[in-house]
């Protein structure tokens, strides 16, 4: 039976405590002998991020670390693959399991993996800020090579290679860590291989032992800047005579991986996309594409460990590629050919590739299908299919597919100069539940976080909890958003708050032009960068994109950014520079800063705002959320500032997802007048 009621108010059994039980993320998959390994999150233990395994699907998936061990990298603050699985002795298919611990940032091994574990053993000392990430085994077996970064308070003395800001230093290094646990108190026995960078990726030994490549760069670049692809000689305790390979100041390589000993395989956007190339391991010689194309086979490196292909032991290469999804198939470098996997219900796949022998593991998704770890077997060269397996299992049920929306790409108009504007559609559905004749759905804006990444269509049920109440969501990926080639990426150079802001105020109103929205209930959200443009879309940035007036309704912010001036000289160091190319330097670029922050903006014509902040956030303190809240009252706009105690960038507490969407949702009921059932109001100041 259907039932005819406003949209807003149907009836759905998709709750905010379904959403926080189904936001444990799976990531970083491994192939460990018959075993695949991932990292999952618990955010009813408060988002602790621990180790599971499976041999099949019909192997129950198991912990490998139970708590209170944490396995989470703070390197740049985003961290990353956190573990690394290592054979066990000199029997085949055993494996220990090495992690970096969230609490202390130490790297431990936990052994008798399938029988008798003990507790993890530290592998580095206690006390010395340092943190691990982008782990490999050495070529011997005996040592894990990987980037380590040392964060200390600034005691004020000058010291070559730190970076200085927000009272902390900052170094990095590729370092080799003994197995034996020999540096677990001796911070002196910890090798330093490779020195002389702002930043280090992908630590990848030959085949042989004797070089490595490696990738780096320096501020005030990012990753998807400038990068550089160098290989040294692996020469008694250090790397020595590095080359460089590939990549500079306006060219992104990322993810070395050797065909041989004397050549490798690597990702670059020389050509405006990120494509695949072979060089030989030598400086001076011309890379050789793979397959050129007007397409994606990598992502941004916002986190370290991540591998968009990998190298099968018959030769050819699990990629994935595409044009804002990323399809999973297999290329053979021979010849260039490209031949997609399909894998039905599983739209698009993360950068993060595992293969053993010709088995892969990748993490993939669909708007039906949440992030899962897939174990796949393609077919040999030459024959079409694969088959696949799915190795991590949802801790619930899903909901009934018939509440899911579907997400609809499209290509809107609106952008400067008749630009497309890339966006995936969500419009509300309920198989019990329809709109009266004429009423039109109030739509939300989602603003994807970075600026430097994307939206992509994978089930969600935090859209769902809004479609199926009958509010639709439109995902924009905006002028910056990866996934759509370098021009794409760079149309954010210098115009954040302008070119986002335009594109997500453009997108909606395409939206309410097409009849498809309600133009006066238009609502727009975003957390951290995201934050950011939400809020710069409803105070400062109309006037800049020549919109002068109001097309948001409603706007909430999830530990957005209300000022950058502060945030560009007080934040971690993987993104301190960051802003010089999206806005520019300070202090030069005072006056745009000033000109595009939503503090300082806020008019009687700024919408209502719901801000909600972790107060333990390193990357966008509460001071952000605290600014805002004071100028929106000081102009009498009705607001709400909810904070969370113990949480960071990015809420990882089950209460915390609860208590955020269901104020969100009743924010959204109060401003475009519907009460939505079962959620307890809120109240504005």
Known sequence: MTDVAAYGTWKSPISAADVARG???????????????????????????????????????????????????????????????????PEPGQFDLVFANFTDQRLYR???????????????????GFRFADLVLS?????????????????????????????????????????????????????????????????????DGTRLAWISWDHPRM???????????????????????????????????????????????????????EAAAVAGTTPRPLHP???????????????????????R???????????????????????????????????????????????????????????????AAGSAGCSFEIMSEPAEAGPDPAYLPDARPVQLSGGENGRVIHALVYPPGNPHATAPDGERPPFVVFIHGGPTSNALPVMDLEKAFFTSRGIGVIDVNYGGSTGYGRAYRELLRGQWGIVDVGDAMNAALALAASGEADGSRLGIRGGSAGGWTALASVTSGPALTGLSKAVFSAATSYYGVSDLRPFAVDTHDFESRYLDGLIGPLPEADALYAERAPVGHVTPLTCPVLLLQGLDDPIVPPAQSEAIAADLA???????????????????KAETVIASLEAEIAFYGQVFGFAAPGIPPIKLS
Not at 43 to 63: F, K, L, N, Q, W
Not at 293 to 315: K, M, T, V
Not at 638 to 651: N, T, V
Request: net charge negative.
């Open 139 to 207: 070529p011997d077996g005996e040592e894990i090579w990987c980037v380590r970064e040392i964060v200390r308070p600034d005691d004020g003395r000058p010291e070559a290679g730190f970076h200085t800001g927000g009272g902390m230093k900052v170094n990095r290094a590729i370092v080799a860590v003994a197995l034996d646990g020999s540096a677990a108190a001796d911070a002196g026995a910890i090798r330093v291989l490779v020195t002389g960078a702002d930043f280090f990726a992908f630590p990848t030994p030959s085949p």
């Open 293 to 315: 194309a007007e397409e994606e086979f990598a992502g941004p490196l916002w986190q370290l460990g991540a591998r968009p292909f990998e190298l099968l032991s018959d030769g």
């Open 223 to 277: 990753p998807w800047d400038g990068t550089e692809l160098r290989v040294g000689a692996v020469t008694g305790c250090r790397v020595a005579d590095s080359a460089l390979i590939m990549g500079g100041p306006e060219e992104s390589v990322l993810a070395p991986r050797w065909r041989n000993d004397e050549s490798l395989y690597a990702v670059s956007d020389a050509s405006g996309w990120w494509n695949l190339y």
């Open 23 to 89: 936001a444990g993320p799976v990531a970083f998959p491994s192939i460990a002998g018959a075993e695949a390994w991932w990292q999952e999150g618990r955010p009813a233990e408060g988002g602790r991020v621990t180790i599971m395994a499976s041999a099949g699907p019909d192997d129950e998936p198991r912990e490998l670390l139970a708590a209170p061990w944490y396995a989470r990298t703070r390197v740049h603050e985003y961290g990353g693959r956190s573990y690394l699985p290592v054979p066990s002795g």
């Open 110 to 128: 936990l052994t008798g993996i399938g029988g008798d574990a003990g507790e993890p053993t530290p592998l580095t000392p206690d006390g010395a």
């Open 317 to 379: 290469l699990a990629v994935l590629h595409g044009l804002g999804e990323l399809q999973l198939a297999v290329l053979d470098p021979a010849t260039g050919t490209l031949a997609d996997i399909h894998l039905p219900g599983y739209r698009t796949g993360r950068t993060q590739l595992a293969v053993s022998g010709t088995t892969i593991a990748n993490v993939a998704g669909g708007p039906a299908a949440p992030w899962a770890v897939l174990r796949m077997f393609p077919a």
């Open 634 to 652: 000081a102009h009498g706009i009705p607001h709400a500032y909810i904070a969370f105690e113990g949480e960071s960038h990015g809420f990882r």
